[in-house]
């Protein structure tokens, strides 16, 4: 006997699904044997887990404000990977967008109601930026953006220590690094007593309608797809992939830029600890992408999912004395299951007799 | 007592879904000689070898190794009875030396391999006159080096019998003649060596027999001494079927000029050197050659995928010299590429996206910036009629298709926008008889109706059947430019092996 990889022309939508399910459904396997070892029912573990989440408005308000980054990101990765650009930067985008949004709200005249759309702007300008340096980098001297767009995540967290530590460190501010408080017209409506922030998640919805056309309708949207499935295509048709690339890159880079002016303007309303603006939006996003497997529409509610994961860990550290932290295993473990889980998209497994080859006489 | 041959292949027969490789053939191998496997692209050259070295299994037929019968499971299997195999492109890790790779996979000790092999090279490479030094990393190696050491770590690992892959396709002249003194000293040794080839002059120079293949079947085994390269020419194309010629038809105005054309290759090596060229209205171009002689190269020329690096080339009064392939496709060159599935179409996106791949940026599928699927779907419905693309609906992703339809929606795509000038690059390889019929009669009714084309195949019945006038690339040069009435098959199968200069 022996195994055989079959070519599966076109995988249809409910195996994708239940490929996907399968992965989370192992992932919360995984998690229940973490409960277990750290002393807990895991049953019990999980009714608390999903009472707490999706059991009540509170809970679900929680899993959306989670979501609200993870949207924007998600939408953005989604229209990168399928340019097969592989932004693993988009945590250091998210920061650099928050300084960013910070500045105009810390050290710019006020503005009135322009001050929060003047915000957004420098934000997604300030990601674009981020994502440029990588794009232009592998455009032109065929540098791995995955290394450079991780590095860069690293350099956005030190400007972020520096600046609160350093020349941004409020004056009213004592014994915590962290700028001065915004002004309140630099501060996010709330969705009433939760921290939804109204126009980041607005922006989101807006986004991910926004790409799916661009993808679905507009010439540039085509160019892009022909350039992410093919590139000796893009070449024979005389599609400008430098150009493409580089916008596609700095818009998706622009999107996580504007999820950490959410951040920092909707729920803390200052420059904090880059570990307290995102608890790793970046990195899950990568996983609301690669769920969304393409599909700017389906980011939206991938990104509500991984939300209640986010929530959960809240609830971890909360209700169950674990440490929040422990989510990552289970985001870690869904990714992890997504891709190992890959050829089984493309390929039909089947077990095969091997015929000997019979001597001709 | 004569001693058995060293290989012996009987009967062997390998089909994939759709063709048979191999039909019933016979090889033999005996101690001693270099025995040329000679034969077109798609002979089944390649198929044949790789039964021999363990990486097919035959659907029939057996192997004999030194008089024994055996049965090759693999290319362990292969090389335990002394087969080596010296690939096309070496498999070499780049980053080691050259003593590092040749102990590479070697059975032994527990310790390092790498001194003992040291000592083994230096015998061999003095025994064969390879010369390579042990301790080079491989990636500082020329390709010729590079391949030094590939058949290095074939005979290291006891191989009585050497398969080489085309061996000279990476090489330059000199290195080649390097090579086959190599050869040579591996015969006086008693060594038996298979060289997969279809390069004539390079079969005349070295080998003491040939095995010709044709269509998956052995056309002929014969003495190098009792043969020449026209014969072999004609055995390796085929008995000459009587062509249906494109009906004589009136010859216009120059539509494509070529001046003194040069460009490079992608490995950055001069490709095509000082091509002179000329294709009129209403009449085809016929480009004949053996692959990998700058056929590729003048078509990227032409149609905007490589620059130049001196001359001209023009469309009409346009110059169309190093600029890209947009502004080649709207000055009227269409292009039907060479690889169709990887460059002619985006297999995920569906036929009706395909059809629309040259003209979606124009007023004809959009509407400003936004598409206009209405278009799309209108363009694709006539299409589809049209060339009778076999496709479930327009919507079906084009990856689905069989190759015959593929090639069908390049074809609509290309000639919709009415060029002047058609490139049409191998446009019937593997498509079965009736596609190739339509294909065929596609760019004759194109050339009537008075446009340029410029058709590069491999398959010289059809360049004969179709071309008003054939031009030879041998080496990435101009051979010759012949009138179809005075182009015999043998005439060109020489050119085509770089024999003879003619200018008519």
Redesign the interface.
């Known amino acids: 006997m022996k195994i055989v990889l079959e070519p599966r022309p076109t995988p249809p939508i409910s195996w994708l699904l239940m490929l996907s399910a399968a992965s989370i459904f192992v992932a919360l396997l995984v998690l229940g044997v973490v409960f277990l070892v750290a002393g807990l029912n895991p049953f019990s573990a999980y009714a608390t887990l999903a009472s707490r989440t999706l059991g009540d408005w509170d809970g679900w308000s929680r899993v959306i404000q989670r979501a609200i980054p993870l949207v924007l990101i998600g939408v953005g990765l989604v229209l990168a990977f399928r340019a097969q650009f592989f932004n693993i930067g988009a945590e250091g985008q998210l920061l650099v967008g928050a300084v960013a949004g910070s500045a105009v709200a810390l050290f710019l005249p006020s503005l009135g109601f322009l001050t929060i759309p003047i915000m957004f702007l420098a934000g997604f300008i300030a990601g674009a930026i981020w994502g440029f340096i990588p794009a232009i980098l592998k455009l032109k001297l065929e540098v791995n953006e995955v290394i450079t767009t991780l590095m860069l995540n690293y350099v956005a967290a030190t400007l972020i220590e520096y600046l609160i530590t350093g020349p941004w460190k409020g004056q009213n501010q004592v014994g915590f690094s962290y700028t001065d408080d915004f002004p309140a017209a630099a501060r996010l409506p709330l969705l009433g007593s939760s921290y939804i922030h109204i126009p980041t998640l607005l922006l989101g919805l807006i986004l991910a309608v926004f790409v799916a056309v661009v993808l679905s309708r507009t010439r540039l949207g085509f160019r892009m797809r022909i350039l992410g499935e093919s590139i000796a295509t893009a070449r024979y048709v005389g599609i400008n992939a430098v150009s493409t690339t580089l916008w596609v890159v700095m818009f998706s880079a622009g999107a996580a830029g504007l999820a950490g002016v959410g951040e920092v303007a909707g729920i803390h309303g200052k420059l904090l600890e880059p570990g307290q603006i995102s608890l790793g939006y970046g990195y899950t996003a990568i996983i609301v992408a690669w769920l969304a497997r393409g599909s700017p529409i389906a980011a939206i509610f991938t990104a509500l999912f991984l939300g209640i994961s986010f929530a959960a860990g809240d609830v971890m550290k909360v209700s169950l004395q674990l440490p929040a932290n422990t989510t990552n295993i289970f985001n870690g473990t869904v990714l992890m299951l997504l891709i190992a889980t890959e050829p089984l998209v493309k390929f039909r497994v089947k077990l095969e007799q091997v015929k000997l080859v019979k001597d001709a006489r | 007592m004569i001693a058995a041959p060293l290989v012996e292949m009987?009967?062997i027969?390998k089909s994939f879904p759709g063709v048979v490789a191999n039909d019933s053939v016979n090889l033999e191998l005996r101690a001693g000689e270099v025995l040329a496997l000679l034969g077109e692209n798609g002979a089944g050259k390649s198929s044949l070898m790789n039964v021999l070295y363990g990486l097919y299994?035959?659907?029939?037929?057996?192997i004999k190794v030194a008089g024994r019968?055996v049965?090759i499971r693999s290319p362990l299997a292969a090389i335990g009875l002394g087969i080596g195999f010296v690939a096309q492109h070496p498999l070499l890790v780049r980053r080691h030396t050259v003593a590092e790779n040749i102990a590479l996979g070697m059975r032994g000790s527990f310790w390092n391999p790498v001194p003992k092999v040291r000592s083994k090279i230096f015998e061999l490479s003095k025994k064969y006159g390879l010369e390579v030094n042990p301790d080079a990393p491989v990636w500082s190696l020329s390709a010729g080096e590079q391949q030094r050491v590939d058949i290095l770590k074939a005979l290291a690992r006891g191989a009585k019998v050497l398969i080489l892959d085309e061996p000279t396709s990476v090489l330059t002249p000199q290195e080649a003649e390097e090579l086959f003194k190599v050869l040579r000293r591996m015969k006086l040794e008693g060594e038996g060596v298979i060289l997969i080839t279809h390069k004539l002059d390079e079969v005349m120079a070295v080998a003491d027999r040939i095995t010709v293949l044709r269509k998956g079947k052995v056309v002929g085994s014969l003495e190098t001494s009792q043969t020449n390269p026209t014969d072999l020419a004609a055995l390796m194309i085929g008995r000459q079927l009587e062509p249906v010629r494109a009906s004589a038809v009136q010859v216009g105005a120059s539509v494509l000029r070529l001046e003194n054309v040069s460009a490079l290759s992608d490995r950055g090596v001069p490709a095509i050197e000082n091509i002179s060229l000329e294709v009129c209205a209403g009449e085809v171009l016929g480009v004949a050659g053996v692959a990998g002689n700058g056929q590729r190269e003048l078509i990227e020329v032409i149609t905007?995928?490589r620059g130049v690096t001196a001359g001209l080339v023009m469309l009409e009064q346009t110059n169309l010299t190093n600029v890209?392939?947009?502004?080649?496709?709207d000055a009227g060159v269409a292009?039907i590429?060479e690889?169709r599935l990887?460059?002619?179409?985006?297999?995920?996106?569906s036929v009706a996206?395909n059809l629309a791949?040259?003209g979606?940026?124009t007023p004809v599928f959009?509407n400003g910036?936004?598409?206009e699927?209405a278009a799309f779907e209108s363009f694709a419905q006539k299409a589809v009629a049209e060339y009778e693309i076999a496709t479930p609906n327009t919507q079906t992703?084009v990856?689905?298709l069989s190759g015959g339809n593929i090639q069908k929606v390049i074809f609509a795509r290309e000639l919709s926008t009415n060029p002047k000038l058609i490139v049409a690059a191998h446009p019937t390889y593997g498509l079965d008889a009736g596609a190739t019929a339509q294909m065929q009669r596609l760019l004759l009714e194109r050339a009537a109706a008075g446009a340029a084309v410029l058709l590069v195949s491999e398959d010289l019945d059809e360049v004969l059947a179709l071309s008003t006038r054939v031009a030879v690339l041998f080496d990435g040069r101009l051979m010759g430019v012949v009138k179809r009435d005075a182009a015999t098959r043998e005439g060109i199968g020489l050119l085509m092996a770089g024999r003879e200069l003619v200018t008519v």
């Open positions: 009987l009967g027969t299994r035959p659907d029939a037929g057996l019968e049965s905007g995928l890209n392939a947009r502004v080649a496709a292009h590429p690889d990887q460059m002619g179409v985006v297999g995920n996106l996206e791949l040259r979606f940026e959009s910036q936004f598409l699927p992703p990856r689905l």
